[in-house]
């Protein structure tokens, strides 16, 4: 079993429609949760972290994690086409410093 | 404000050459630092991560190395290429001063890496 799991997709959804990407993690430990968005041929920037369950909310993101379930979403309103990239999921382990990291979701965004 | 640098940006090595690839933090003391490669359509793999100078860890047994010289300075090594190393390589920093929960990783540029 994969220890960050994410459909790698391609989502595809229409410019304005909110995307929803989904992650599961294996360690039920897991304290902090990241979603990171790659384009195409440049380095993952952060986009927000959470460690709370519930919902956290930034402009147009909105987290979700539920750790009783071992999952954590990543809502995304009102889509534009520079939304399209890939967007990884990660997750801090139990104790130490490492991060582990989904193999992401491609999201494309129709104009 | 906190910056990361890495260099070079793009690197075409013949099979068996040796690699050194660098990686340079500024505005911050004390980071942990890590090397992930990202294979092409594929997650990142954490390669080695240093808590400190001198200290480094390992996460996949191969033929690369890492050390830590300098604070702020972490260098990624091998002795001899594989086609098996091509990759884009990704240098993060955190700090767990940052933030008192979240640990989050900032990435550098990368390099990207072809073994021919």
């Known amino acids: 079993q994969k220890e960050v799991e994410q459909n790698s997709g391609p989502l595809s959804v229409p410019e304005g429609a909110i995307a929803s990407l989904n992650c599961t993690y294996s360690?039920?430990?897991?304290?902090?949760f990241f979603w990171y968005r790659q384009y195409s041929g440049k380095s993952p920037e952060l986009i927000m972290f959470?460690?709370?369950?519930g919902d956290k909310e930034d402009g147009r993101f909105t987290a979700q994690l539920n750790k009783a379930s071992q999952y954590v979403s990543l809502l995304i309103r009102d889509s534009q086409p520079s939304d399209s990239a890939t967007y990884l999921c990660?997750?801090?382990?139990?104790?130490?410093?490492?991060?582990?990291f989904g193999a992401g979701t491609r999201l494309f965004v129709k104009a | 404000s906190q910056t990361i640098h890495q260099w070079p940006a793009t690197l075409v090595q013949p099979v068996g050459s040796p690699l050194s690839l660098e990686c340079t933090v500024e505005?911050?003391?004390?980071?942990?630092l890590y090397w992930y490669r990202q294979a092409a359509g594929r997650g990142l793999q954490l390669l080695f991560y240093s808590v400190g100078i001198g200290q480094i860890s390992s996460e996949v047994p191969q033929n690369l190395s890492a050390s830590r010289p300098q604070d702020r300075q972490f260098i990624l090594s091998s002795k001899k290429l594989l086609l098996s190393d091509s990759g884009f390589y990704l240098c993060?920093?955190?700090?767990?001063?940052?933030?008192?929960?979240?640990?989050?990783?900032?990435f550098g540029p990368g390099t990207r890496l072809t073994v021919t």
């Open positions: 505005g911050t003391s004390n980071p942990n």
């Open positions: 993060a920093w955190g700090h767990p001063l940052l933030s008192a929960s979240s640990y989050e990783q900032y």
């Open positions: 959470i460690y709370s369950n």
């Open positions: 990660a997750v801090k382990n139990t104790g130490g410093f490492k991060t582990i």
């Open positions: 360690d039920r430990g897991s304290q902090s």
